[in-house]
């Protein structure tokens, strides 16, 4: 049986078949399971699609390398479900392109980070994280709170979105600055389409605390809120595992 | 099979090539590198068979240990739940004196509730409940919706301003931003309450001034500060005859307060922690305050 490749090594064509299979198992492993995702991903029918402006913030998430220290994926050990929350469930993710699971906690998960604190706390933290958390190692992001936030290309990315499955409208798309500047001025007519489009449960506040202005404070305070709220699919999976 | 050819320094075959006069060893691989890979294939194949491993579909093979990390997780939770439930049983049904004269449910209580408190509440309120700007202390006898038990614990529930369908709600208006009181009217209602927690009831302005600043209170802030200024629990007015001052009690931040007005917000934790955890958040307080200094 050691013996067998010296035969092998001397058919050139033999050689490649065998090289072909050989490297399409390691490939069969990895994709055959994606063929029946949708299957294996639990259901979420009323799950709802991030705005305009939490998806800006997400983006700013994403700049900013909070994935880096930050994870967004509570396991399934007991002491996670307790600090944490209901552990997290794929369906969770499945508009995230490109996923922010993580892999490493400098910093505490955020999988259930939305709704946990103000949103004045968020932007306090984010000014200078140690005037709230004297104990915190995380860099300050004021300027997030004097950069205003790039509009233009949300259509774009709404666009980029929908081609690999997140279910955004026309009109989503179409209306995405007006939207992102709605969710944030709370008092302007634009914030009435936000909830006709993205359903009443949409935030719809001045996150960074002005209303006047749509800041990257705001699209990633947003963002942060929205944070494990987009279905409440693991929680009805805690409780349903709590009766049994 | 080509000729072996034995290398006639070592005593290994080679691979019976030559390239440019060059001949290259054929070292048999170690046995030790053999038994190592053999042992993981076993290892592996045991493995497929003990523990869920191929998918089939929308399912997979279960394994013949039947381990499933969701069900461990809802195990391990209720084995905890099951020993905590001894002394955390108590604290649902027992009076309140009763659990606070009992030393050793106390001690769990000051435990856990430490690390609930570390949690959840610390972000803003500190780790020791020491407060911060916007963020009240909670360990003072300040309490803005009351200090009663079940007042704190309806805070915990249902929050200030958070959402919740019970949730508390507080507002002070933005007296100047939205022109209701203009900047002089503002400096001298700010120097009247100023003047409320100074210790020689003099503060910074003129009689008259103060008594313009009494005028404007009257007819403005009363409603919600009281008469007396001592605030109220119902609408989370906070007593401004005090030394306790949530944005702060210089002239410069009564002045921001109230020409931009103030909304604090503390979330709702119904839905996050259980009644039992809000239970012993509310008691670990209540004993904090009292023994603090």
Same mark, same amino acid.
């Given at each position: 049986m050691f013996q067998a490749h010296y035969k092998l090594e001397r058919y050139s064509v033999g050689l490649v078949i065998a090289i072909i299979i050989a490297a399409s198992i390691g490939g069969i492993v990895e994709i055959a399971p994606l063929f029946t995702i949708d299957q294996t991903v639990e259901e979420a029918p009323g799950m709802r699609v991030y705005t305009?402006?939490?998806?800006?913030?997400?983006?700013? !998430?994403?700049?900013?390398?909070? !994935? /880096?220290c930050h994870s967004q994926m509570i396991r399934t050990l007991r002491d996670e479900v307790e600090r944490y929350g209901p552990y997290s469930l794929a369906v969770e993710s499945q508009y995230d392109h490109p996923m922010l699971w993580g892999s490493k906690r400098t910093g505490p998960d955020l999988a259930r980070i939305g709704?946990? !604190?103000?949103?004045?706390?968020?932007? /306090?933290?984010?000014?200078?994280?140690?005037?709230?958390?004297?104990a915190s190692i995380m860099p300050a992001y004021s300027f997030l709170a004097r950069t205003q936030l790039r509009t233009d290309d949300l259509?774009?990315?709404?666009?980029?979105?929908?081609?690999?499955?997140?279910p955004y409208t026309d009109s989503m798309i179409e209306k995405a600055v007006e939207d992102a500047y709605g969710q944030a001025a709370p008092f302007s007519a634009l914030a009435d389409g936000v909830v006709t489009r993205y359903g009443d449960a949409t935030h719809i506040r001045a996150f960074d605390g002005d209303p006047g202005s749509v800041s990257e404070m705001d699209a990633l305070v947003a963002y942060l809120q929205i944070i494990g709220r987009l279905t409440d699919a693991a929680h009805e999976q805690k409780s349903s595992g709590d009766a049994e | 099979m080509g000729v072996i050819e034995r290398d006639p320094h070592t005593g290994h075959g080679t691979t019976g090539h030559e390239w440019n006069g060059i001949k290259e060893l054929n070292t048999a691989v170690p046995w030790p590198i053999w038994a190592f890979l053999i042992a993981t294939v076993i290892f592996s194949v045991v493995w497929w068979i003990l523990m869920p491993a191929w998918p089939l579909g929308d399912t997979y093979t279960k394994g013949l240990l039947g381990a499933d990390v969701r069900q461990n997780v809802a195990t391990d939770l209720k084995s905890a739940e099951e020993k905590r439930s001894i002394w955390a049983s108590r604290i649902e049904k027992e009076e309140l004196s009763a659990i606070m004269s009992d030393s050793e449910l106390m001690q769990d209580i000051r435990e856990t509730g430490h690390a609930l408190f570390g949690d959840n509440c610390a972000a803003c309120h500190g780790a020791r409940a020491e407060g911060g700007p916007g963020y009240p202390k909670l360990t003072d006898s300040a309490w803005l919706w009351g200090q009663t038990p079940d007042a704190i614990f309806e805070t915990i529930r249902a929050g200030v301003n958070s959402g919740h369908p019970d949730s508390r709600f507080s507002q002070m208006p933005a007296w100047g931003r939205d022109q209701m009181l203009d900047r002089k009217a503002i400096i001298d209602v700010s120097a009247f309450v100023k003047s409320l927690s100074d210790a020689n009831k003099g503060g910074n302005g003129s009689p008259e001034q103060l008594a313009a600043g009494q005028k404007i209170f009257v007819d403005n802030c009363a409603s919600c500060h009281g008469s007396d200024a001592h605030g109220a629990h119902q609408t989370g007015a906070p007593d401004l005859t005090d030394n306790?001052?949530? *944005?702060?009690?210089? +002239?410069a931040s009564i002045y921001e307060s109230i020409y931009n007005g103030r909304q604090g917000h503390m979330p709702a934790w119904e839905?996050?922690?259980?009644? +039992?955890?809000?239970? $012993?958040?509310? $008691? *670990?307080?209540?004993?904090?305050?009292?023994?603090?200094?």
């Open positions: 305009p402006l939490e998806l800006a913030g997400r983006n700013i !998430y994403v700049r900013e390398g909070c !994935y /880096a709704g946990k !604190y103000s949103d004045q706390w968020h932007v /306090a933290h984010l000014e200078n994280p140690r005037d709230v958390v004297p259509s774009m990315h709404l666009t980029a979105l929908k081609k690999v499955g997140v | 306790t001052w949530l *944005y702060g009690g210089d +002239a839905s996050r922690l259980s009644n +039992a955890d809000r239970k $012993i958040l509310m $008691i *670990y307080l209540l004993d904090l305050g009292q023994n603090s200094p």
